[in-house]
């Protein structure tokens, strides 16, 4: 993909607020030239004349003034960040002082970074495939341990490797095909239908176990639309306060404190929670509660995963009873959890349709059996969330999908004895979706939209 990007662009690349150090990020073919006229390092040096990746120790200009004293560092082009000569420039960490030196800056010719703009440039110089940009953007927005070790992994490329890998065999496998159609005489092995049909059948295979990764990496990534239920004053609030860490929601003894819905996204264990805390589900009077309970069993409708609390101290009620009815409908995993069991143990007989029954304290705050119930629905134990390869998002979930069924298209083609070069058009489909998975053949509106969610500075 062709440059296009020609003004240099700074930005602070550390978060906003106070702090021991900040750092100001200036990238572009003027970028020397523009830390030259802002920074003075006390070597005697002009900027152009630094050595590249070494810090330098000086002073920061605004129009000929010293405003501060930091360090400057050289990346020239190619072997920077964003493949253009960088500069990076350290200053001490006060709101002031940190949006004076970017202000100087852009006096010297720099012009402000847009979101993302960073890690653009850096793909479409070749520096990062389009998966470990994005690997990128999911580091910065890692709201849990798994996703951090994906993110990670993907970012080192096993992702962009497993997808080269299938372009690269499908590519063979056309060329075998082609080969022996462009030069007859040439003493070339001839491609027959099954042999055809076998080698796509195997690529077809390794991307479909590739796209079997996305229920887990969905889970960790894109997250579940969890619904606390159950009938009022059996300690949903107190379940979702152990779940969130922290008191989130209001807890009382008064059945139907819980009025409204609270939602929020929470870790659990490897898994992201969508989770929502309803109102107690029952029949009422009270106007404002009964717009709670409707809210609620909309929530439910929806949910992807329901975990019923009910009161595992005592015997069941008609309330309970009639939840159980409300939920048969639900096509979501079920999980009942029977809390306060520190109060006692009930022998509660309950409907088959829960895939797990845990008892629980939630007062306790130890909800490590729900954290693993949870992981065993919809974390696939196989994957090693280390080193393996996952699809993590709903983009390149569809590009696989749209692969695998050209592949499949192509195997059909050759069955019907339409033969393997005719077939090979579907192949050829199928690679350009796979490049443009990887960012290798993809539109300015992917390539928008994928960075336009990064923070500005990176």
């Given at each position: 993909m062709k440059n296009d990007f020609l003004s240099t662009i700074a930005a602070v690349s550390t978060p906003r607020g106070?702090?021991?150090?900040?750092?100001?990020?200036?990238?572009?073919?003027?970028a020397v030239a523009v830390a030259?006229?802002?920074?003075?390092?006390?070597?005697?040096?002009?900027?152009?004349?630094?050595?590249?990746r070494t810090a330098y120790f000086g002073d920061i200009l605004d129009d000929g003034a010293p405003i501060d004293d930091g360090m400057l560092t050289v990346f020239r082009a190619p072997n920077s960040y964003t493949g253009e000569d960088l500069v990076e420039i350290s200053c001490h960490g006060g709101v002031l002082v940190t949006r004076r030196v970017l202000e100087a800056v852009f006096k010297a010719g720099a012009t402000p970074a847009v979101a993302g703009e960073f890690t653009r440039r850096a793909f479409v110089n070749g520096k990062l495939s389009l998966t470990k940009a994005e690997a990128v953007g999911e580091i910065l927005e890692a709201k849990s341990d798994a996703q951090l070790r994906i993110a990670a992994s993907q970012r080192r490329g096993v992702l962009t490797e497993k997808i080269d890998a299938a372009a690269h065999a499908l590519t063979s496998l056309i060329a075998d095909v082609y080969a022996r159609i462009d030069y007859p005489d040439e003493d070339l092995a001839e491609i027959g239908d099954d042999e055809f049909a076998r080698r796509a059948e195997e690529i077809r295979n390794s991307l479909k176990n590739l796209r079997a990764t996305y229920r887990s990496g969905s889970a960790i990534f894109e997250g579940i639309k969890t619904v606390i239920c159950g009938a009022p004053n059996r300690g949903k609030s107190s379940l979702y306060n152990a779940i969130a860490g922290e008191d989130a929601a209001i807890v009382t003894e008064i059945a139907?404190?819980?009025?409204?819905?609270?939602?929020?996204?929470?870790?659990?264990?490897?898994?992201?929670?969508?989770?929502?805390?309803t109102a107690g589900i029952r029949d009422t009077?009270?106007?404002?509660?009964?717009?709670?309970?409707s809210r609620a069993k909309e929530r439910l409708a929806e949910a992807e995963l329901v975990i019923c609390v009910l009161d595992g101290s005592k015997e069941l009620s008609d309330e309970?009873?009639?939840?159980?009815?409300?939920?048969?409908?639900?096509?979501?995993?079920?999980?009942?959890?029977?809390?306060?069991?520190?109060?006692?143990?009930?022998?509660?007989?309950?409907?088959?349709?829960?895939?797990?029954?845990?008892?629980?304290?939630?007062?306790?705050?130890d909800i490590s059996e729900l954290c693993e119930a949870v992981e065993k629905l919809f974390i696939d134990e196989k994957i090693d969330t280390h080193s393996d390869a996952i699809i993590t998002s709903a983009r390149q979930a569809a590009s696989l999908d749209e692969a695998i069924l050209?592949?499949?298209?192509?195997?059909?083609?050759?069955?019907?004895?339409?033969?393997?070069?005719?077939?090979?058009?579907?192949?050829?489909?199928?690679?350009?979706?796979?490049?443009?998975?990887?960012?290798?053949?993809?539109?300015?509106?992917?390539?928008?939209?994928?960075?336009?969610?990064?923070?500005?500075?990176?």
């Open positions: 106070k702090g021991g150090v900040a750092l100001i990020r200036i990238s572009g073919e003027e030259g006229r802002c920074f003075s390092p006390k070597c005697g040096k002009s900027a152009c004349d630094l050595a590249p139907g404190t819980t009025r409204d819905i609270l939602e929020r996204d929470i870790p659990l264990g490897s898994v992201l929670l969508h989770l929502t805390d009077a009270d106007v404002v509660e009964q717009i709670g309970v309970d009873i009639s939840l159980f009815d409300s939920l048969k409908d639900v096509t979501a995993p079920k999980i009942a959890v029977l809390n306060k069991s520190d109060l006692g143990k009930a022998n509660l007989e309950l409907p088959d349709f829960f895939e797990k029954v845990i008892r629980l304290s939630a007062k306790s705050g050209l592949i499949g298209d192509a195997i059909n083609t050759a069955a019907t004895g339409m033969g393997a070069d005719l077939a090979s058009s579907d192949l050829e489909r199928a690679v350009a979706t796979l490049n443009e998975l990887d960012g290798k053949a993809v539109s300015e509106n992917v390539v928008s939209e994928i960075f336009g969610r990064f923070c500005v500075g990176k």
